[in-house]
Every structure is written in C-alpha cells, then in structure tokens.
C-alpha cells in the first residue's frame, strides 16, 4: 500500500514538470500553480488617432517624416483642389468629407494606392496611374502605392512564388518612373516588408476586420482578387478582403483612390470605420475602368493581348491593336477608342489634332474631351482617322518608356526575367 501511494506521488510529481515543459511555451506563461492573475495576456484593443483612420503605431508617422511638407505646398482654391480631386475619379464617396480633408490647415493628406505584381501591365495601369499621382501633387496630396506582394502570392499570381512576384513589383516601378511619375511625391512599400515592421498589430488589426463582418459580405469583394463569386473559390476570397481592408489602416491612408473594381473593398472599410465608431473613414475615389479593345469588353484583359495596350508594346504592337479595336461610327458608349482619348490622351495634352487627308476635311484640332466627343457622335470623325489620330498619341507617350528601358540595364534585365516568367506560364 505505501509503496503503491510512493508510485502514485512520484507519477503526479513527473506529470507536474512534464506539463510546465510542455504548457509553457502555448499557454502564454500561466504557471501550473495558477493562483488568479494573468499576466501575460496582450491588449487586443485597437487605437485610432482621432482626426484620422490612422491606427496609432502604424506606418503613418513614419509616411508622413518621409515626404517634406514644402513639396505639397499648393497655391491653389480648396474649390480647385476639391474639383481636380473629383476630375480624376468616376466615383467620390463623400465629397463632403474631401471638402473638410482639403480644408484642413498644414495637413498634407495621405492617398492610397495599390496593386498585386501580376505581370504585364497594362496602359491603365501606367499612364493612368502617373496622371493620377501627378496631378494628386499638384494640389497638395502625397501619395503610397503599396505593392501587395502578399496579396498577390495569397491570390496565387505565378503560382504565388513571391520572387518572381518581387521581380514583378520592381520592374513595375521602373516602368512608373520612366512614364514620368512624379517620384519625390510618392513612396513605394513592399507589402511583406511593411508588415513584418509590426506583424502585431497588422494581424490584431486583419483578425478584427475578420471577425466584424459575415462571409457574405466578404464573398461580395471577391470582385477585387479578378474573381467572380462562387463555392469553388479558394479560401483567399475570404481572407483578401480583410488584409486589403487592415492595409488602408496600417498606411494611415485619408483617401483611396483605386479602380472601380475595388470598390467594395474600400466600402467595407468604410463600414469598419462605423462598426468601431471610429471618427474618420477613409475618403473612396473609384476611377473609371478602361474597357478593352475588343466589343463587348468592359475592362481589359491580361489574358487576352488583344483586349489591351500594354506598356512594353513596340510602336508596331500599339498600331495593329487599334486597327482592329472596336468603335463603331458615331457611338461614345463602351468605344474604347474614345475611352482611351478621355481618360488618357487628354490628361497628358491640352489639345489634340486629327490629321487627315484634305478630302476628307484635312486636320482637325481639339481642345477638350467634349469638342472631340461631339465631333465623332455627329458623324464628322471617321472611325479610322479617330484611330490614327490615337495611335499617334499613344506612341509619342509611350517612346519614352522604350527609350528607358533600351538604357538602363536594370530595366532591361528586369522586363527580360518578366517575359520569361509570363512564357513559363503558358
């Protein structure tokens, strides 16, 4: 009996030590003699400064000593300001609150900006981008492009092998400052080196998003990972819209200004803000998308080289794939002739002459949008001169780019490991 009482002590004693071994390193350092008091617990609470969407030890500090406020000075009226803003997006939610943002005395606001490396790009992608964050300077507005290298590995681009995703981000940056971005009024951060600053707080803050909002509300942005809604999605679908939604907070962004693809992810970020009654919400400016070259395309497509310009075109490329786009006479709805004219073409040159021959009218110039609009809905413009006129136009943007790239060897290299990894993909 004593001896079988000194086995039964000696197992209890062993079992103990065993379990502070084995516990400890999972059980966040409880001891086994717990005696009430958890100390070891962190605060899964989330603060926000109060004047913004910023969550506080996020990046915006560090965004903000970045840029010298000088740079952003701006001469112009808030109304200018506010209406050069609203110009370059099809959508504004709210422009009430751009009024109040732009308003703000010694503020230099923060636009957010974002894109998974995902291969070829396409002119929306380039010229538009550059426009954009071009023109965001010029009435005092700095801008992040966060390059969602994560993102694109969780949305399984080139078989989510995050080098050749890194490959991709650098050469499109490359291709940005060669287009005539504005780059001492834009910071680049790689999504993956961000977050491992603060991983904390990036995925307290990821995890929270998670838990405020139902599956069906994130299957609805399945629209921003290039997918259609469906029960043979993978599992990213769910995730992508949280960790997209935690970005616009980690930056401290005051506005997003994505494509109209986006949106859903930027309302429910905008939803988030009044679920954690947080002051200030992220101001959304949804830019209109480009249709592609083909009828009936409402955007562009990578899979399909026809159904888009691509910035890496050869002057040959850009001629044969407006030849044969779509633009029937007399038709501005879905032509992406005229799309390309409005939303490219004259955010680059405050006119533009159609040249013809003299029996068809001889050259024509435009000073705006709407001059040339009218000019082809009544009949007067030719489908096909319309077309010379933007292949034109579209190369003499363009030369630049391939100038850039016969000389800098970086470049080269670069677009050279990106066609071979779009080859390996066929």
Not at 62 to 78: A, M, Q, R, T, V
Not at 165 to 190: C, P, Q
Request: proline residues 5%; charged residues 25%; contains cysteine.
């Amino acid at each position: 009996m004593l001896l079988g009482t000194k086995n039964l002590c000696n197992s209890i004693y062993r079992l103990k030590n065993m379990s502070e071994r084995f516990l400890s390193p999972f059980h966040g350092g409880i001891a086994v003699n717990y005696s009430g008091n958890i100390t070891n617990v962190k605060n899964p609470n989330l603060e926000f400064y109060p004047e913004s969407c910023s969550v506080k030890h996020g990046l915006r500090k560090e965004i903000d000593n970045f840029f010298p406020k000088s740079y952003f000075h701006c001469n112009k009226s808030l109304e200018e300001r506010v209406n050069t803003c609203l110009g370059l997006a099809e959508e504004c939610i709210k422009p009430e609150e751009l009024y109040t943002l732009l308003s703000r005395k010694d503020y230099v606001p923060l636009a957010y900006d974002g894109f998974e490396p995902s291969g070829r790009m396409h002119i929306a992608q380039g010229l538009c981008k550059v426009n954009t964050v071009n023109t965001m300077s010029k009435i005092g507005i700095k801008t992040v492009i966060w390059i969602a290298d994560w993102h694109a590995m969780l949305n399984n681009k080139f078989g989510g092998d995050l080098q050749k995703i890194r490959v991709v981000g650098e050469y499109f940056i490359h291709i940005w400052k060669a287009a005539g971005m504005d780059t001492n009024s834009v910071k680049f951060l790689w999504a993956s080196d961000e977050v491992d600053k603060n991983p904390d707080l990036y995925w307290r803050l990821a995890m929270d998003i998670s838990r405020s909002f139902n599956i069906t509300r994130m299957k609805r942005c399945s629209q921003a990972l290039g997918r259609t809604e469906g029960d043979d999605q993978p599992a990213a679908q769910l995730l992508y819209p949280a960790i997209q939604c935690a970005d616009i907070f980690f930056i401290g962004a005051d506005l997003c200004q994505l494509g109209m693809d986006q949106r859903k992810i930027n309302v429910l970020a905008r939803e988030y803000c009044e679920i954690k009654k947080v002051p200030v919400s992220p101001i959304v400016l949804s830019h209109r998308m480009l249709p592609g070259l083909l009828e009936g395309q409402e955007k562009m497509s990578k899979s399909n080289p026809n159904s888009a310009v691509f910035m890496d075109d050869s002057a040959e490329d850009v001629s044969s794939k407006i030849k044969k786009a779509f633009c029937p006479p007399g038709v501005l709805d879905g032509n992406p002739i005229i799309a390309y004219f409005n939303s490219i073409v004259f955010k680059r040159f405050s006119s533009v002459t159609i040249e013809r021959k003299e029996k068809d009218g001889g050259d024509v110039t435009f000073n705006s949008p709407k001059e040339l609009n009218d000019c082809f809905a009544n009949g007067s413009l030719h489908p096909a001169d319309l077309k010379n006129g933007l292949i034109k136009y579209l190369n003499l943007m363009m030369q630049p780019i391939r100038d850039y790239f016969e000389n800098n060897q970086e470049a080269k290299l670069l677009a050279k490991k990106v066609k071979q990894f779009q080859s390996e993909k066929k």
